[in-house]
């Protein structure tokens, strides 16, 4: 049996993957920043849409993470990470959720 917190945690994910899933079906949009809390830190997690095979083929995505401080700018000395240039899921959800995999290695490296 799921708990009250469980589905509120399930529903606040809902809304925050929203404009990922967007990618998916607006043509217009390229990439949606979506800013991320985690350990009392902040990251802004970037998804964006390409078309290696040209605007007729199927699009892929990748991710992008910046650490950012209160008033989203970047943080000189934070955590960074891009998406290997030969990595593209098919995907925006996919692509989102190995750039929060990417985050969770790269803080458990700073405990």
Request: hydrophobic share 40%; with cysteine; charged share 25%.
């Amino acid at each position: 049996m799921v708990d009250c917190f469980d589905r509120i945690a399930v529903q606040m994910t809902e809304i925050a993957l929203e404009p990922v899933k967007e990618l998916r079906t607006r043509s217009l949009l390229s990439a949606v920043t979506i800013r991320t809390p985690s350990g009392g830190r902040r990251y802004h997690i970037t998804i964006a849409k390409l078309f290696p095979a040209g605007e007729r083929s199927a699009p892929v995505y990748t991710w992008s993470i910046t650490e950012i401080d209160g008033q989203g700018r970047e943080v000189a000395d934070g955590i960074t990470a891009t998406c290997a240039e030969t990595v593209h899921y098919g995907d925006p959800e996919d692509a989102y959720w190995a750039a929060t995999d990417a985050l969770a290695q790269a803080t458990r490296a700073l405990r």
